[in-house]
């Protein structure tokens, strides 16, 4: 529709661009300046106010095509809209009062008359709208007008006229540098619990200073599995959805994101998403089972090739289980200088902007959140209730909370799981998959003292009593020095009808419901601290220790539970003390933390003293570490150790390697943890003697792990049990434990895709299938006198620590914890350490005993079996990971055995260390079976191994540097052929 001149003014008033005035000032200015042509066309008046900035282009075509706009809705005036992904739905806007640019999206009108869809896009909004990050799009409010509503959100960079996606190839480095930046975005992103959900390389945007911002999407609701996903609104995400994602119901999750954020990556190396083309069930099974083509063969280099595979890993256990680890990763292969974090330019009205944002509200439909030990926030009394005036009181969070009695009869029952307010939960039948073994890159490695000290109260209080407290059964009882009590004069659950057992009548605490004890009730804490603070622990740490180091001396049975170690254990804390310049008995808490870089373990320490003044002399205590700088901060370097100051904090240090002090000064001593263990921290106590954190693969996978010797002899004596014994879908787990008056320990399991209900359920189900195993391995050991009676009473008391346990529900997460005598946890820890360190048969403590003999000679070895699985890895650490399962499995073997890929001989006939070796699941077969199958899946002929194809080769040859010694030799057919050695039979076909 055409207008004419007269027509485009009255529009530009109505539309509200011009008021009266400004419109009969421009229109006098206009017949004085404009040209005769510009004079005569409304396009050329639309031209005119373009150039003095009275309108924007969009706003002119509007007007040109005949509409008074609408360009105002409230408070914001629409300038232009972006006509390509990924702002394709967003128009560019101006905040009239504040004129700050912004982003407005409007929400279709079937989605505002929709009350479903509305409110959930109210309640994504609300949950957002909180998450900020330096390299996320913030998200600044959900406007509703009479006829429009809309999102508003921030503008990535108001001065470009054209954001525009990422499109690779662009050079390795700064795909990485692009990736770390929206991984440590994600990592805020998940540590809210929330999940981005439809991540590719179109929403990620490169500034022009080089920034990243991370582009969200708020309106539509994530998808549930991939049936949803099969619309042209969303077919460009099949190119970056995980596996997993094709089982129904699944949602998007922070492992799902870290899949695709690899995908994306690879896309920005190669220029194509990693397996283009096809429809969409192509896709599907491609990303289910088709490995990703080698990024080496595309000149990338090796250490950016592995970041990727584990990113993208088929499997979401062998994935990074954070994107903050995703981050740590792709650090390492940055330069220096490419670390340095890259500020936008300041937008001036910013500020004032956000002073006139109203606070988001709560959606009509949310419940109110109910209060629990993990909102540590000041009582809010019920209207409907009184709070009780005197007595013992429990709380109840989705279960109840027992308080702890005294001197009251044990309960006969064992505990059961209580789920309060839902529906009955069935129970997963329990599926155990095989451990997925990551990469070793060295042998056995010898950890620090500090890891010693530290892990050794792990090793002893957690795993040590962990596993055989869940692994017993109920049963009899005794007391901390293993003299059995009668059961009136024990700690129990409730007492018999009638008598006082700390129950309680009906009333509120906290604002939460008292209920009385019943026996399934949870134990209440003996403490109640704040919770848990991991400041200045370094980023990437999936693995918390915190102790309470001068409470534990200051208690009798703390320093019990200390010298129940064992003398290793002394000798290492001995070792620390004088690494650090402080004695445990001035630390008021003690933060461990793991690490690790290419699979060897790091550690570092957060050590908050009782005594600010004690910090005074610790340099001259350090031995006058030299002084270094990084991210405009201050740190100590010696030749041990790097050490830290906060300038704010000065009853605090840090401790551990350059790495992590590095990362501590980067991230400013607020570095985001895992998300799942986050959920943890939130609601653990401060005031316990000891807490871990951990996510399962930290523990089993890299704390466990083959190849790791601790005192009481290879990891792979706990690592087994506890595969076993993790719930299916768990995220991550913490395990805390106070030695006051009575033992309390509590352990609590968090699932983002399992109910926590059915958590609880299913752990408590993986307790009850395993009745006897303690006695029975019991009857197998030989004690020596040294420890008889506690060996002979031991499972005594853990079956009576079986029935002192109670499960149930927090707020997020599964629950369960239990009251004992005080002296039961140094018995509970001397006995489970003797046991831990014995083997059926031999007499521990009698210096006489030997390991059973192992094949003696390679040609037994080679037939001897073997277990080994992992779903993709390198060649080299495939054979490394195998070497090192024969050395676990034969610690004592009669001679040196080693395999050794001929790296040379490799490159001749085009091969390399790096081939992927995928979907291995070694089953009691044969090393020689095992080292066949490595070799030929590693090169993929698709012939048998006895084809001349196959150039890939092991054999039993001279050890090149020892010539006189025979190892086994990952070689090829020709080299074979050169130095006359024998093939195998299986490469040779006859």
């Known amino acids: 529709?055409?207008?004419?001149?007269?027509?485009?003014?009255?529009h530009a008033v109505a539309s509200r661009l011009l008021d009266q005035q400004q419109a009969e000032e421009l229109v006098a200015t206009f017949q004085d300046e404009a040209t005769s042509a510009q004079r005569t066309t409304p396009k050329g008046l639309a031209d005119w106010l373009?150039?003095?900035?009275?309108?924007?282009?969009?706003?002119?075509?509007?007007?040109?095509?005949?509409?008074?706009?609408?360009?105002?809705?409230?408070?914001?005036?629409?300038?232009?809209?972006?006509?390509?992904?990924?702002?394709?739905?967003?128009?560019?806007?101006?905040?009239?009062?504040?004129?700050?640019?912004?982003?407005?999206?409007?929400?279709?009108?079937?989605?505002?008359?929709?009350?479903?869809?509305?409110?959930?896009?109210?309640?994504?909004?609300?949950?957002?709208?909180?998450?900020?990050?330096?390299?996320?799009?913030?998200?600044?409010?959900?406007?509703?007008?009479?006829?429009?509503?809309?999102?508003?959100?921030?503008?990535?960079?108001?001065?470009?006229?054209?954001?525009?996606?990422?499109?690779?190839?662009?050079?390795?480095?700064?795909?990485?540098?692009?990736?770390?930046?929206?991984?440590?975005?994600?990592?805020?992103?998940?540590?809210?619990g929330q999940a981005h959900g439809e991540l590719f390389p179109g929403c990620l945007f490169r500034t022009s200073q080089g920034n990243v911002l991370v582009l969200r999407e708020w309106v539509r609701p994530l998808p549930c599995d991939l049936t949803t996903m099969r619309t042209a609104e969303t077919a460009h995400l099949l190119d970056y959805l995980a596996p997993e994602l094709s089982q129904a119901g699944l949602r998007p999750n922070p492992l799902t994101d870290i899949y695709a954020l690899g995908c994306s990556l690879y896309e920005l190396l190669t220029g194509e998403p990693p397996f283009p083309?096809?429809?969409?069930?192509?896709?599907?099974?491609?990303?289910?089972?088709?490995?990703?083509?080698?990024?080496?063969?595309?000149?990338?280099?090796?250490?950016?090739?592995?970041?990727?595979?584990?990113?993208?890993?088929k499997n979401p256990s062998v994935r990074y289980q954070d994107a903050a680890t995703v981050a740590e990763q792709l650090a390492a292969c940055l330069e220096p200088e490419q670390l340095v974090v890259v500020d936008s330019p300041a937008v001036p009205t910013l500020a004032r902007f956000v002073e006139t944002l109203p606070r988001p509200q709560q959606t009509s439909y949310s419940p109110a959140v109910r209060k629990t030990p993990a909102s540590r926030s000041a009582p809010e009394p019920s209207p409907k209730s009184e709070l009780p005036s005197a007595g013992p009181q429990i709380v109840i969070v989705d279960d109840a909370i027992a308080s702890q009695p005294v001197d009251s009869p044990v309960a006969s029952t064992p505990p059961a799981i209580v789920v309060a307010d839902a529906a009955e939960v069935a129970v997963e039948p329990a599926r155990?998959?095989?451990?997925?073994?990551?990469?070793?890159?060295?042998?056995r490695p010898a950890l620090p003292p500090g890891v010693i000290a530290v892990a050794g109260i792990f090793a002893g209080l957690v795993l040590i009593i962990g596993v055989w407290w869940l692994w017993g059964t109920g049963g009899g009882d005794a007391n901390g020095q293993a003299e059995v009590k009668q059961a009136p004069e024990t700690t129990g659950v409730a007492g018999p009808p009638g008598e006082s057992s700390g129950a309680l009548s009906a009333g509120l605490i906290d604002g939460q419901q008292v209920v009385p004890d019943d026996g399934e009730q949870l134990w209440k804490s003996p403490t109640w601290g704040e919770p848990i603070s991991f400041e200045y622990s370094p980023p990437g740490a999936q693995l918390f220790f915190v102790l309470r180091p001068s409470a534990l001396l200051a208690s009798a049975e703390g320093q019990r539970v200390l010298q129940a170690l064992g003398p290793e254990f002394a000798a290492a804390r001995k070792s620390w003390e004088q690494d650090a310049g402080v004695n445990w008995s001035e630390i008021s808490q003690l933060i461990m933390t793991l690490h690790q870089e290419e699979l060897r373990l790091r550690v570092a320490f957060v050590v908050k003293l009782d005594d600010s003044g004690q910090a005074q002399d610790l340099l001259q205590r350090w031995g006058g570490p030299e002084q270094q700088q990084a991210h405009d901060q201050t740190y100590y370097q010696s030749p041990k150790w790097c050490y830290y100051l906060p300038e704010e904090t000065a009853s605090v240090f840090v401790m551990g390697g350059k790495t992590e002090v590095e990362g501590v000064l980067e991230f400013s001593g607020r570095a985001p943890p895992n998300g799942a263990i986050e959920k943890l921290r939130r609601v653990s106590d401060a005031d316990h003697h000891f807490s871990l954190f951990s996510t399962p693969f930290s523990m089993t996978g890299e704390l466990l792990r083959d190849g790791r010797e601790y005192f009481f002899g290879p990891a792979r004596k706990l690592r087994e049990p506890l595969d076993a014994l993790f719930p299916q879908g768990l995220d991550a787990l913490s395990v805390s434990m106070h030695f006051g008056e009575q033992f309390y320990l509590e352990t609590r399991f968090f699932g983002r895709t399992r109910d926590r209900h059915a958590l609880a359920a299913d752990f408590h189900k993986r307790i009850a299938e395993i009745p006897d195993q303690i006695e029975r391995y019991s009857a197998r050991v030989l004690p020596h006198p040294y420890w008889r009676m506690v060996a002979n009473r031991y499972p005594g008391m853990v079956r009576f620590l079986h029935r002192q346990l109670r499960i149930g529900v927090g707020r997020d997460e599964a629950v369960i914890n239990?009251?004992?005598?005080?002296?039961?946890?140094?018995?509970?820890?001397?006995?489970?350490?003797?046991?831990?360190?014995?083997?059926?048969?031999?007499?521990?403590?009698?210096?006489?005993?030997?390991?059973?003999?192992?094949?003696?000679?390679?040609?037994?070895?080679?037939?001897?079996?073997?277990d080994l699985s992992f779903d993709?890895?390198?060649?080299?650490?495939?054979?490394?990971?195998?070497?090192?399962?024969?050395?676990?499995?034969?610690?004592?073997?009669?001679?040196?055995?080693?395999?050794?890929?001929?790296?040379?001989?490799?490159?001749?006939?085009?091969?390399?260390?790096?081939?992927?070796?995928?979907?291995i699941n070694l089953n009691d077969k044969s090393l020689s079976e095992s080292l066949t199958e490595i070799v030929v899946v590693a090169q993929a002929t698709g012939k048998p191994p006895s084809h001349p194809d196959q150039k890939l080769i092991w054999v039993v040859g001279p050890d090149p540097e020892q010539p006189d010694k025979q190892i086994v030799l990952v070689t090829t057919r020709s080299a074979a052929m050169k130095n006359n050695y024998t093939l195998p039979a299986v490469f040779r076909g006859n």
């Open 1 to 10: 529709m055409s207008v004419t001149i007269a027509e485009f003014w009255r």
């Open 50 to 192: 373009i150039r003095r900035q009275a309108i924007t282009r969009y706003q002119a075509k509007v007007l040109l095509a005949g509409r008074p706009g609408p360009f105002i809705y409230g408070d914001y005036r629409v300038e232009s809209r972006s006509k390509q992904p990924p702002l394709a739905d967003w128009f560019r806007a101006k905040h009239m009062p504040t004129e700050h640019p912004v982003l407005l999206r409007f929400l279709s009108p079937e989605t505002v008359r929709n009350e479903q869809q509305w409110l959930a896009v109210q309640q994504r909004v609300n949950e957002q709208i909180e998450v900020q990050h330096p390299n996320l799009q913030d998200l600044f409010g959900l406007v509703s007008l009479p006829r429009y509503r809309f999102l508003v959100a921030q503008d990535p960079e108001p001065a470009v006229p054209e954001v525009t996606p990422l499109a690779g190839p662009i050079p390795a480095q700064e795909a990485c540098r692009i990736i770390r930046l929206a991984a440590l975005a994600l990592a805020q992103l998940h540590l809210q």
């Open 872 to 919: 993709q890895q390198s060649l080299e650490f495939s054979i490394r990971d195998l070497g090192q399962e024969v050395k676990d499995r034969y610690p004592n073997l009669p001679f040196d055995f080693r395999i050794q890929i001929v790296g040379a001989d490799l490159e001749n006939d085009g091969i390399t260390r790096n081939q992927q070796v995928r979907n």
């Open 432 to 443: 155990h998959a095989r451990r997925q073994r990551r990469p070793s890159r060295s042998g």
């Open 277 to 313: 083309g096809g429809d969409s069930d192509s896709k599907q099974q491609r990303h289910a089972g088709t490995p990703i083509q080698s990024l080496l063969d595309r000149g990338i280099p090796k250490d950016v090739e592995n970041v990727v595979n584990f990113m993208m890993g």
């Open 818 to 866: 239990g009251v004992l005598p005080a002296p039961a946890a140094h018995n509970l820890l001397f006995g489970g350490t003797m046991f831990l360190m014995s083997q059926p048969g031999v007499a521990l403590v009698d210096n006489s005993a030997t390991e059973s003999a192992g094949p003696q000679n390679l040609e037994l070895l080679l037939a001897s079996k073997i």
